[in-house]
T-cell receptor
Framework: GESVGLHLPTLSVQEGDNSIINCAYS??????FIWYKQESGKGPQFIID?????DKRQGQRVTVLLNKTVKHLSLQIAATQPGDSAVYFC?????????????FGKGTLLTVNP | NAGVTQTPKFQVLKTGQSMTLQCAQD?????MYWYRQDPGMGLRLIYY???????DKGEVPNGYNVSRLNKREFSLRLESAAPSQTSVYFC?????????????FGPGTRLTVL
């Protein structure tokens, strides 16, 4: 079946540094990807998305990179702040009959040290 | 604009008891979803409703039933709760415009089955 996974389960960075969170996906037909942030005790919150016809997309302090050749997705957070501490999930949208479904990775815990 | 709301926030059940988790959204979205989140497992889809009047099974539907009451509301029922159903349950909604499927999540219901 299709799967989305993460290379690093935990990441610890210093405040002000840049963070990079990685994700591998297995379905080459997936056409849409999302990064979510989940703070403790809350529901996932949308950060940024990217279509499969793009390689890069930038938001406010965040950038998502998509490498379809190796089926790899990354989230870059610039000038990481303590408020960025959370679990980050990547998700891919299925194709064909699974068009409505998002498949989530297991998540990476980002800890920002002051 | 409350987004996605869920009730209750917390619930403790005994094995064999039944209960219904409620979800409502005020964004006029067509699609709604129920996920469960377990440590180290990420988010797994239980059931979804692509549009009012339709429901479909996700990855882990056993032991659950759903009702799409109207466009706003989507409930999840546990007929005979089991300890394996101890989890955090999230409801989400989206307006699917291909290929985009940004899902908006509620705050979650933390369920413990003893």
């Amino acid at each position: 079946g299709e799967s989305v996974g993460l290379h690093l389960p935990t990441l610890s960075v210093q405040e002000g540094d840049n963070s990079i969170i990685n994700c591998a996906y297995s379905n080459s037909a997936s056409d849409y990807f999302i990064w979510y942030k989940q703070e403790s005790g809350k529901g996932p919150q949308f950060i940024i998305d990217i279509r499969s016809n793009m390689d890069k997309r930038q938001g406010q302090r965040v950038t998502v990179l998509l490498n379809k050749t190796v089926k790899h997705l990354s989230l870059q957070i610039a000038a990481t702040q303590p408020g960025d501490s959370a679990v980050y999930f990547c998700a891919e949208k299925g194709s064909g009959g699974s068009n409505y479904k998002l498949t989530f990775g297991k998540g990476t815990l980002l800890t920002v040290n002051p | 604009n409350a987004g996605v709301t869920q009730t209750p926030k917390f619930q403790v059940l005994k094995t064999g008891q039944s209960m219904t988790l409620q979800c409502a959204q005020d964004m006029n979205h067509n699609s709604m979803y129920w996920y469960r989140q377990d440590p180290g497992m990420g988010l797994r889809l239980i059931y979804y409703s692509a549009s009012e009047g339709t429901t479909d099974k996700g990855e882990v539907p056993n032991g659950y039933n759903v009702s799409r009451l109207n466009k706003r509301e989507f409930s999840l029922r546990l007929e005979s709760a089991a300890p394996s159903q101890t989890s955090v349950y999230f409801c989400a909604s989206s307006e699917w415009v291909p290929p985009y499927n940004e899902q908006f999540f509620g705050p979650g219901t933390r369920l413990t089955v003893l």
